[in-house]
């Protein structure tokens, strides 16, 4: 179930999915474009949101496939290397749809893939939090899934918070009741 105020998690449960259909399923014909009639045979493969193919995986109708993004090529790719991997082409709301397919599919290693991942390229992304000049970020930027963005720009206004905090310099005041001798 989606967070009703996050527009972000309302696009996460809009991503196309491929689902296999378990039984036959009579007037929903319009979910799949193949169809000549109203119904959508068993065994049939249709792309469905995932709001919808979470639906009907809870009421056994279906089978949902994981998105190619989450095959064995792109994990290898991560694995040798996961800061250098453009997971934003391959689906912006990478670790949203990924947590939300967890436990919806047969794959047990997906959570920790997932875990993996964004292990690797969270180092990246503080070593570029703390080290990059504003001009080099959009190169960057470009690589970043919408959940590692908001990492980055967390990342960012906090060193921005720390540096405006230093250049302060100190501020600490001597407290009145110090300076005041006690009564015996």
């Given at each position: 179930m989606a967070n009703y105020y996050d527009l972000d998690d309302l696009l996460v449960e809009e991503e196309p999915l491929?689902?296999?259909?378990?039984?036959?399923?009579d007037g929903v014909g319009l979910l799949d474009p193949g169809s000549e009639d109203n119904n959508v045979d068993q065994g049939a493969k249709v792309?469905?949101?995932?709001?919808?193919?979470?639906?009907?995986?809870?009421?056994?109708?279906?089978?949902?496939?994981?998105p190619s993004f989450f095959?064995?090529?792109?994990?290898?790719?991560?694995?040798a290397d996961p800061a250098c991997v453009d997971l934003r082409s391959r689906c912006p709301y990478f670790y949203g749809l990924g947590c939300k397919l967890a436990p919806l599919t047969a794959d047990t290693t997906l959570g920790t893939f997932l875990l993996y991942a964004l292990r690797g390229r969270y180092r990246d992304i503080l070593s570029k939090v703390h080290s990059a000049a504003v001009a080099a970020t959009p190169k960057f930027m470009q690589l970043l899934t919408r959940e590692e963005t908001q990492l980055f720009e967390a990342g960012r206004d906090s060193m921005k918070a720390f540096k405006k905090w230093c250049l302060r310099g100190t501020r600490l005041e001597r407290a009145a009741v110090l300076g005041k001798k006690r009564r015996v």
């Open positions: 491929s689902v296999i259909f378990r039984v036959a399923a792309d469905l949101p995932l709001w919808l193919a979470q639906d009907l995986f809870h009421r056994q109708a279906v089978v949902i496939n994981l095959g064995q090529r792109l994990r290898k790719e991560v694995k």
